[in-house]
């Protein structure tokens, strides 16, 4: 099949979309890639979502309006792609693998009580996607785990596995979006994966907050300070280091911690430094628990450019850490063609949760599909 893959990271910066040809098993062909990047006004309004998903009406005004600007801009994402997959001789593709934007995320955590149920919110319009572009689509891929009682995330895995079939394991990919999540591939065929602990997401928000910008560019904040021991210390005890996976994080987990632990109160130096030394812990403190160690670290997503954060990963960890481009893939682009793939198995009904990645209690099928393409 040749499919447009589309992701709203929880970075809320923009929407990613790329052509693959994919049976949703084996990776062929990686066609054209965009990113669209979200006007300051959408992006303002996407933020304030999340501190309201918890308590907005699925029929809010607001919520609508977002829900179609959103949608607007894949479709012009998926517009493009189809535009550069024909100047590129390449098909016109056939199904959009359409992730929304995660507003809200509450799986099922140790200590819940026994009849609570988990609860993942993705938004988008599938159906003004379907019309907008003339393509199906497959959408609402977290739900069906959420309910089964998984995770929801990470969705990623299985795509990884099949791009990295011919790389040396065991390996790691880290994807550094608005929050972290890794994937480790054994030598034997086995994965596991979960989300590590918050990436850029707190640090754009501080690099807003302390300084009116939308993130640290090139971490040129967090290169001019220091970690604050202290702060990361009260940090480093946060129950979700030591919790075995499977396990993921909404976008705003980790927001109060930050600030019980006293981050709001360093200097924007400082206090990006220690963001990021924390982003480091995390990730770390993942590791340990991997099976086996990974020969390496392939690094993706918006974070990989951070060179304070590379370099506190390179520091933290003690394999090599370097960006996925170094396997010839694509950083920028990877969990859009990820969500292409898993689009895909959504249409052959392939399983695209493991009891290794979300928790699922069984390998599981997910996602819907909308339009008479297929
Ligand atoms: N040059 C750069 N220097 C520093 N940080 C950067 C740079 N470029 C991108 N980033 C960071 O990467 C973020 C975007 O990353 P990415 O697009 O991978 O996130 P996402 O896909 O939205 O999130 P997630 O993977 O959690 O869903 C930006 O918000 C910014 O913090
Ligand atoms: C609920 C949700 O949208 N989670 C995202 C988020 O962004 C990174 C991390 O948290 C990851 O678990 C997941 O996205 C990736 C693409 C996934 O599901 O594999």
Same mark, same amino acid.
């Given at each position: 099949?040749?499919?447009?893959?589309?992701?709203?990271?929880?970075?809320?910066?923009?929407?990613?979309?790329?052509?693959?040809?994919t049976?949703?098993?084996?990776?062929?062909?990686l066609g054209?890639?965009?990113?669209?990047?979200?006007?300051?006004?959408?992006?303002?309004?996407?933020?304030?979502?999340?501190?309201?998903?918890?308590?907005i009406?699925?029929?809010?005004?607001?919520?609508?309006?977002?829900?179609a600007?959103?949608?607007?801009?894949?479709?012009a994402a998926?517009?493009?792609?189809?535009?550069?997959?024909a100047?590129?001789?390449?098909?016109?593709?056939?199904?959009?693998?359409?992730?929304?934007?995660?507003?809200?995320h509450r799986?099922?955590?140790?200590?819940?009580?026994r009849?609570?149920r988990?609860?993942?919110?993705?938004?988008?319009? *599938?159906?003004? &996607?379907?019309?907008?572009? @003339?393509?199906?689509?497959?959408?609402? !891929?977290?739900?069906?785990? =959420? $309910? %089964?009682g998984?995770?929801?995330a990470?969705?990623?895995p299985?795509?990884?596995a099949?791009?990295?079939?011919?790389?040396?394991?065991?390996?790691?990919?880290?994807?550094?979006?608005?929050?972290?999540?890794?994937?480790?591939?054994?030598?034997?065929?086995?994965?596991?994966?979960?989300?590590?602990g918050?990436?850029?997401g707190?640090?754009?928000?501080?690099?807003?907050?302390?300084?009116?910008?939308?993130?640290?560019k090139?971490?040129?904040?967090?290169l001019?300070?220091?970690?604050?021991?202290?702060?990361?210390?009260?940090l480093?005890?946060?129950?979700?280091?030591?919790?075995?996976p499977?396990?993921?994080?909404?976008?705003?987990?980790?927001?109060?911690?930050l600030?019980?632990?006293? *981050?709001?109160? &360093?200097?924007?130096?400082d @206090?990006?430094?220690?963001?990021?030394? !924390?982003?480091?812990?995390? =990730? $770390? %403190?993942?590791?340990r628990?991997?099976?086996?160690p990974p020969?390496?670290?392939?690094?993706?997503?918006?974070?990989?450019?951070n060179p304070?954060?590379?370099?506190?990963?390179?520091?933290?960890?003690?394999?090599?850490?370097?960006?996925?481009?170094?396997?010839?893939?694509?950083?920028?682009?990877?969990?859009?063609?990820?969500?292409a793939?898993?689009?895909a198995?959504?249409?052959?009904?392939l399983?695209?949760?493991?009891?290794e990645?979300t928790?699922?209690?069984?390998?599981?099928?997910?996602?819907?599909?909308l339009?008479?393409?297929?």
């Amino acid at each position: 099949m040749r499919i447009i893959g589309l992701m709203s990271g929880t970075s809320l910066d923009g929407v990613d979309a790329a052509w693959v040809e994919t049976d949703g098993e084996r990776v062929g062909l990686l066609g054209p890639t965009v990113t669209l990047p979200y006007d300051p006004a959408l992006r303002r309004d996407l933020r304030r979502l999340l501190e309201m998903a918890p308590t907005i009406s699925p029929e809010d005004p607001f919520l609508l309006d977002c829900t179609a600007r959103l949608t607007e801009r894949h479709a012009a994402a998926v517009l493009r792609v189809q535009q550069e997959a024909a100047r590129a001789g390449l098909p016109e593709a056939e199904l959009a693998g359409f992730h929304g934007q995660t507003i809200l995320h509450r799986p099922l955590r140790p200590g819940d009580s026994r009849n609570a149920r988990g609860h993942t919110w993705q938004i988008g319009d *599938a159906r003004a &996607l379907a019309r907008a572009t @003339g393509l199906s689509v497959a959408f609402d !891929f977290r739900s069906a785990d =959420v $309910a %089964a009682g998984g995770q929801g995330a990470p969705l990623v895995p299985i795509a990884h596995a099949a791009l990295a079939h011919a790389l040396p394991k065991p390996l790691a990919v880290l994807n550094l979006g608005g929050v972290a999540n890794v994937t480790w591939l054994g030598a034997d065929g086995r994965m596991q994966a979960f989300d590590t602990g918050p990436a850029n997401g707190p640090l754009d928000d501080w690099a807003k907050r302390s300084l009116g910008r939308d993130y640290d560019k090139d971490g040129n904040l967090a290169l001019a300070g220091q970690a604050d021991g202290a702060v990361l210390g009260r940090l480093m005890a946060h129950p979700y280091l030591a919790l075995s996976p499977p396990k993921s994080l909404d976008r705003l987990d980790f927001d109060r911690a930050l600030r019980d632990a006293g *981050a709001h109160l &360093l200097s924007p130096q400082d @206090g990006a430094a220690t963001l990021v030394a !924390f982003c480091a812990v995390c =990730v $770390a %403190a993942a590791a340990r628990h991997f099976p086996e160690p990974p020969m390496q670290w392939l690094v993706a997503g918006g974070g990989r450019r951070n060179p304070a954060m590379m370099r506190a990963l390179s520091a933290t960890l003690s394999e090599l850490v370097r960006p996925v481009e170094v396997a010839g893939w694509n950083g920028d682009a990877l969990e859009a063609q990820c969500f292409a793939v898993l689009a895909a198995r959504t249409a052959r009904g392939l399983p695209i949760s493991f009891p290794e990645t979300t928790g699922a209690p069984r390998p599981m099928p997910g996602g819907q599909v909308l339009g008479g393409l297929l």
